[in-house]
């Protein structure tokens, strides 16, 4: 009997602990420096080897991957088109909102047909190769890497959300140029650029060969030299500071200056048509944010969870204190004031977002209102440019002053979640402050320069081949009507 006991008992243990590579990574402890970054990511739950099979991707991983995903896509369409469909006048309207709905599905095709290859493929520190065109080679079957040694999710999924990631990107832009640009310009010059920045960019920050390559000291060195530029550098961007926010923001203010301001700005009353439609679209703007900021950590677990909160109380912050500025400055709070907050902290806690403290969080929502609020208006008037929906005001700035923080916060005196060693499988010691936050600001130069570079010579290409603006008279009469020959609204 006590044979068969000890039988029982042993098939028992195998049975729980094969169980457990399957379970939901919550149900086990998850070290706090999981991070999207080549020094600073998700630790193991235990310091044990890597089993020789290869890792089947976690059910709850997968499944929290594709809601975050579809959170994305929410941000777009129709988040995005109504918050910037808001702060339009009423004949353009529609214009906006089909500028961001077709932005979003061309962008998605050319994600699959070529982006996510240049993008997510071993190439050189710039760009990737195009091994993966028409997404080839990916199966049902196919994994990608997490953050945790041994943890792996579907590959197709994972297409899916940096593709989504990519579309919101480009339709940020349009906000800079809004009420005046060609439509058929806008098209090519998302192509071009989307081609020529964004990819660059995403494989300069993101791209890596996953944590199981870093068994040693020495394999570490050889899997980072085959990473993207930036993280070779060691930046942190947990979910976008540099990729999305201040990439587009340069995009933008580069297009504002070139496409020339709006006929009467300055003059005429430009003044939003519906802030109930923007106060919508950035509701669902911080609703699909959680996908943006929490799927980053690729995994259903307590780094999750701390970009969720993170995400949700430096946006909190952020609108508070920005309506508060404007209160003490203007003398009434404005629901524009509430609103365009709520998308400052949302931005400024982005490259954050997983690694930084709940204090860390709130200061950085602090910040954003106050310094974003300044960025809409006395930066803007020092810049002279017609950014006509404040995209770098709100989005470059606040990438910046976000991108720059998480130097700051992310220190593990400071409440953050430091630099992972992957090799020791433990949180390095000896943060330095200061020395991330250079590297922070080698990132945010890096990508102001090259995407501000290609900005430029993508508008010449197009203004030379097909024209960036509008004629006066249909300008004055709306882009609804003159370019898609409808409106959005009928008295």
Known sequence: MRKYLAILLTALTVGIAGGASSAWADDKPVAAAEAAAPAAAAAPAAATAAP??????????????????????????PGLALFYGGLVRSK???????????????????????????????????FGSLDKLFLKGITPDSVAATFSKGVVVSEFIFVAFQGAFAAITCGLIVGAFAERIKFSAVLLFMVLWFSFSYLPMTHMVWYWTGPDAYTTAEAAEKATATAGYLFQKGALDFAGGTVVHINAAIAGLIGAYMVGKR????????????????????????????????????????????AFVNTWLATAMAATSWMVTEWLVKGKPSMLGAASGAVAGLVAIT???????????????????????????????????????????????????????????AAPSLGGSGIYDYVANKVADNYDIMGQV???????????????????????????????????????????????????YHS
């Open 52 to 77: 020789a099979a290869t890792p089947v991707p976690n059910r709850g991983d997968n499944a929290w991957l594709m809601v975050a995903t579809a959170f994305v896509i929410l941000m777009s369409i």
């Open 92 to 126: 353009n309207m529609l214009a906006v909102l089909m500028q961001v709905f077709i932005i979003f599905s061309v962008i998605s095709v050319l994600w699959a047909v070529y982006g996510y290859s240049v993008a997510f493929t071993e190439g050189n520190a710039f």
């Open 263 to 306: 006929v009467g700005y300055g003059k005429d009353s430009m003044a939003p048509h519906s802030l109930t439609m923007t106060m919508i679209g950035a509701s669902l703007l911080w609703f699909g944010w959680f996908g943006f900021n929490a799927g980053s950590a690729l995994e259903a677990n307590g780094t999750a969870a701390l």
């Open 351 to 409: 490259p954050a977002a997983g690694f930084v403290g709940v204090v860390g969080a709130l200061v950085i929502g602090l910040a954003a209102g106050v310094i974003c609020l300044w960025g809409v208006n006395g930066l803007k008037k020092l810049l002279g440019a017609d950014d006509s929906l404040d995209v770098f005001g709100v989005h470059g700035v606040g990438g910046i002053l976000g991108a720059l923080l998480t130097g700051v916060f």
């Open 438 to 488: 250079m590297i922070q600001a080698t990132g945010v130069g890096v990508t102001l320069i090259w995407s501000g570079t290609v900005a430029f010579v993508c508008y010449k290409i197009v203004d030379i081949f097909i024209g960036l603006r509008v004629p006066e008279d249909e300008e004055r009469e709306g882009l609804d009507i003159t370019s898609h020959g409808e409106s959005a």
